[in-house]
């Protein structure tokens, strides 16, 4: 045993505020020095330990000597070396340590000892070179901003007064610089044997009983749980090793990560869809290290490497084979590399012209054939869609769930530098590059318009661009949802326009720069990268006003930059104040505040007078708001996105921007909007468009931009009464009946008829969601009698959406969890109203409250019980955590899950009250407590207290907050 879990305590006292002397420190990370760069290295079986073993008595480093029983000492000591390919002392220790500190000596705690201590070997390193990286990334971006030089040791003047402020993190970073210094046969060392490590999947093939291990606490856990972490960890750290790494690394160490990329590649490609979150992860890192390997910039605040460095390197031949591969770009991943051997090549070329010279061996374009030239590299890589995976891979599940922000913001950053070389080089070429990716738009245009039908009734402007949705541009693809896959797409799981589009277009670098910002607003906001803004900044400019507008898909990834910008009241703010400055510039007339209502206004209208005239046409003169019909020539999808995307950006920006500040805004965009709303609240066109027979996906964004105005808690109440009048939960007949002049629609055929025929029900989700949104605003105090206004609302919510939740198809299965949780979520807020609700009459029972709705639903084992504890909470604990290894449901499960949990918890303030009122009046044997809906089945209870095991703290805290309640009762 090497003692690698005594090195990880070590390490995670390496932090700000703890007491570890940096003489200590230093003195117990050199002892693992040589560990380290040969990680997990072992001589395996020796016949003459093997002797000993059989003898009965062996001499362990750790132990000292130790006497050995046949059975099952020796036994399991010889099979645990054939196995896993270890000495036999080493087989030794793992049984006895496994026995003196777990309590357990046998042959599966022993594979557990040393799957663990390998896990730990993985993370301590990844954690060693993360301490280094994510300060020298915070601090040297500061003076990276301020232009600050290097001292001696590489280090900026704020790195150098961090590392004297904290003397632990200067031991660290000498310590990590020796290691990443080692070379041995041409190779960098440590970065080599992390590489050989990742490769090697001799434990993944080990037959049963070596499947699975048990862990200090005697639960056996899945090999592959071990292996799966511990590979992951491993890839952080041969990313973060490439990007600390203090001078370039060798020709072989790049061809293994390379070829390392080229597995993991395949690997994803042969698991499509389905591709585990950790695969991914996994790749993730190993394309960025591929990025920094083969980049002049690494993205850690240090210097640029030497141009002549990087020219030798790609000159080597040792690397030839592998840049070969490279240059066919054969997958997005492939395509990227190649997207960054092509700019860094131009770099390399055109420093040279400029006077920058080389190293001896001639020019850097001797020899270079034309398929690796920079401009062919470019076409391949876009054709290959390099752009497209960078954003598929920042928009995806498994990075979402990598679990520190810091890891995050290193790829998002990386993405960011390479990004920002593109559009260098573009403006070097005169916007060559742009003007390709503008050509392949309308390419993709073409294609798409050639069998569309209908027109665009958006209103023309004075810009000299044509509007969103023009009869040219209309039935544009949207951007695909999460898991949709088209032929020879790399990464089938991952979102984004590319899982359509078959090369990289205009919309695919703006999409890569919206998924960039949405990590990380601060590329753009706070100087994190000072070099890149101005080469950001004027493709944003030149692109916003060129014809390429015309296009929507074009134009929505554009609004999705803007989106991903306006999080937080700074960026709210930013946005804001373009397009205050937009107003006043016709060619920008559309990114404003007046064409979003212009156009909201003039669909209002139209299909006013269209609904209007099918009905008079078929003998009925009725209002409007009431056709369940769609006809996509009413509202081309080019339109229908443009509208989505532009409502999602003042959604944002109203959840974002500071309250007082918002207010002002607000009247400021009603002011300039005045024409088009006659005097009218800026809501206003808002709900009557939600009455019409729009797409549901502009239905749900217009109920998402109701939800985000809903903030302000003195606008909540005209909310919920405009809602009120607008959206009934009734039968046609009865909206005609009760029609007063406005437009309404009924939401249970538009959850029965419209949506479950589309398998879609994005309009439900968002309108459960406005809902609880007006609630949360209003609390109890501004919802009186129980806020019995809202009872059609949460029938709505239980008789039609929670009672067939399972029963209905789903285009999107992540739809059914979000349904779920928004669900519970209003179950929550209805019962925190019951402490207004009047005692339980039997008048009250006819007419019932929203909080003794759910409350009855639930103790009358009904829709809501079946649904919350049987189909979310009783499949369990390790049936969640197994959807969170792969595909996109697991989170929303997760959240389904936890919303459930509280649910439970807020139920046990009032059922027991409840249940005596009932008991009053001669009902109790309908409705009963839930401790005891918890007894039936047996097996309910230990499902749901068994969550406590769940990796997760909030789901944790809402078990432990339960059980003793719940316990208590079940008990008593």
């Known amino acids: 045993m090497e003692g690698y879990q005594e090195l990880w305590q070590l390490v995670q006292q390496v932090i700000p505020g703890t007491e570890v002397e940096p003489a200590t420190l230093q003195l117990q990370l050199e002892s693992y020095r040589s560990k380290l760069l040969n990680l997990f290295a072992n001589k395996g079986p020796d016949q003459a330990l093997r002797q000993q073993v059989k003898r009965g008595k062996v001499q362990t480093p750790r132990y000292g000597e130790l006497q050995l029983d046949y059975d099952p000492d020796q036994i399991q000591a010889i099979e645990l070396s054939d196995k896993l ?61 301020e232009g600050a030089q290097m001292d001696g040791d590489g280090n900026t003047p704020s790195l150098a007064a961090l590392i004297e402020a904290q003397p632990q993190l200067g031991v660290v ?65 041969l990313l973060y090793a490439v990007v600390l790494s203090p001078k370039v690394l060798t020709a072989a160490t790049v061809a293994d990560i390379l070829g390392l990329l080229e597995s993991k590649a395949a690997k994803v490609k042969q698991a499509g869809a389905h591709a585990p979150h950790v695969l991914l ?78 190293a001896a061996g001639g020019s850097f374009a001797d020899g270079q054939s034309p398929a690796t030239s920079p401009s062919a590299l470019l076409e391949t890589a876009g054709k290959a869609r390099a752009l497209g995976t960078l954003s598929g891979l920042l928009a995806s599940t498994a990075f ?25 080089f573009d403006t070097v070429n005169r916007r060559e590059l742009t003007e390709s990716l503008v050509k392949a738009s309308k390419h993709h245009m073409a294609q798409q318009v050639s069998s569309s039908r209908g027109g665009s009734y958006l209103p023309t402007t004075a810009a000299t661009l044509a509007p969103p949705g023009t009869p040219t541009a209309g039935q544009l ?47 753009w906001f706070d100087g994190e990268a000072p070099e890149a803004y101005a080469y950001v900044s004027s493709f944003m400019s030149y692109v916003a006003v060129h014809p390429a507008m015309q296009y929507p898909d074009v134009r929505v990834s554009f609004l999705s930059v803007m989106t991903s910008l306006a999080a937080g009241p700074r960026g709210s703010h930013f946005i804001l104040l373009q397009f205050r400055q937009n107003a006043t510039k016709p060619e920008l007339e559309h990114f404003t505040w007046r064409k979003l209502f212009q156009s909201v206004v003039a669909y209002c209208r139209r299909y006013e007078e269209l609904e209007r005239d099918a009905l008079i046409a078929a003998g009925q003169i009725v209002p409007t708001g009431l056709l369940a019909a769609r006809d996509d020539a009413l509202m081309p999808p080019g339109d229908a996105a443009l509208l989505v995307a532009y409502l999602d950006l003042f959604s944002t920006i109203v959840d974002n921007g500071a309250e007082a500040d918002m207010r002002t805004e607000l009247q400021s965009i009603e002011r300039e909007v005045s024409s088009v709303l006659l005097g009218l609240p800026i809501y206003e066109p808002l709900f009557q468009l939600m009455c019409h027979g729009v797409p549901s996906v502009v239905k749900a964004a217009v109920h ?26 009734s039968t046609p007949q009865s909206v005609i009946d009760g029609y007063a002049g406005l437009p309404r629609f009924d939401l249970v055929a538009q959850i029965n008829e419209v949506e479950a025929r589309a398998e879609d029900y994005s309009e439900t989700l968002a309108f459960i969601g406005l809902v609880n949104r007006l609630m949360e605003s209003l609390g109890p105090q501004g919802l009186p009698m129980a806020g019995i206004v809202l009872a059609p609302y949460t029938n709505l919510v239980l008789q039609f959406v929670v009672a067939h939740l399972w029963q209905r198809g789903y285009r999107d299965p992540t739809q059914k969890w979000q349904l779920a949780a928004v669900c519970f979520k209003h179950c929550q807020l209805a ?49 969640l955590a197994a959807a969170m290894e792969s595909g996109t449901e697991g989170p929303a499960r997760q959240a389904a899950c936890l919303e459930g949990l509280r649910l439970l918890n807020l139920v046990l303030e009032y059922d027991q009250a ?11 044997n309908r409705f009963a407590p839930l401790h005891q809906l918890l007894l039936v089945p047996q097996r309910r209870l230990s499902v749901l207290l068994q969550y406590v095991l769940y990796p997760d703290t909030e789901v944790q805290n809402q078990v432990s907050r339960g059980p003793y309640s719940i316990g208590t009762e079940c008990f008593d």
């Open 914 to 924: 409840a249940a005596e009122q009932l008991s009053v009046l001669s009902v109790q």
């Open 85 to 145: 390919k270890l000495d036999e002392i080493t087989c030794v220790e793992l049984l006895t340590y496994a026995q003196e500190v777990w309590g357990s000596g046998f042959r599966e705690s022993a594979f557990g000892v040393y799957l663990t201590e390998r896990l730990d070997a993985a993370r301590s390193l990844s954690r060693l070179l993360a301490l280094q990286l994510f300060h020298q990334l915070e601090i040297g971006g500061m003076d990276e901003a």
């Open 704 to 729: 998402r931009s109701i939800a985000a105005l809903g903030r302000f808690k003195d606008a909540a109440g005209r909310l919920l009464d405009r809602l009120l009048a607008a959206a009934v939960v």
């Open 831 to 879: 019962l925190t109203l019951l402490n207004s609700c009047p005692p339980i009459t039997p008048d009250l029972l006819q007419r019932q409250p929203p909080g003794l709705a759910v409350l009855l639903n639930l103790m009358g084992g009904k829709h809501l019980e079946k649904a919350l504890l049987h189909h979310v909470l009783q499949p369990g604990q390790e049936e």
């Open 477 to 523: 693809a949207l951007p695909a949802p999460p898991g949709a896959a088209t032929p020879g797409t790399p990464m089938t799981g991952l979102p984004g326009h590319q899982q359509q589009a078959v090369q990289d277009d205009l919309s695919s670098l703006l999409e890569a720069l919206a998924a960039v910002f949405k990590v990380r607003p601060g590329l």
């Open 281 to 358: 992860q996994q790749t993730t890192c190993i394309l960025l290290s591929a990025v920094a390997a083969l980049s002049l910039d690494t993205s850690a605040g240090g210097p640029v490497r030497p141009h002549a460095d990087v020219a030798n390197l790609l000159r080597a031949s040792q690397l030839q084979e592998q840049l070969n591969k490279v240059a066919k770009a054969e997958d997005g991943f492939s395509a990227v590399a190649a997207l960054t051997w092509a700019l860094t090549k131009d770099s390399i070329t055109t420093s040279s012209r400029s006077g920058g010279g080389l």
């Open 400 to 424: 979402q769930l990598e679990p520190e922000q810091e890891h995050k913001y290193l790829c998002a950053r990386m993405v960011y530098k390479l990004l920002t070389s593109m559009l260098q």
């Open 173 to 237: 970073v000498k310590f990590n610089e020796s290691l990443l210094r080692e070379e041995h046969n041409g190779r960098n060392m440590l970065i080599s044997r992390i590489v050989e490590v990742i490769k090697d999947h001799s434990l993944d093939a080990l037959a049963p009983p070596f499947d699975r291990a048990v862990d200090q606490y005697s639960t056996q856990a899945a090999r592959t749980w071990y292996t799966n972490q511990e590979r992951t960890e491993l890839c952080r750290a």
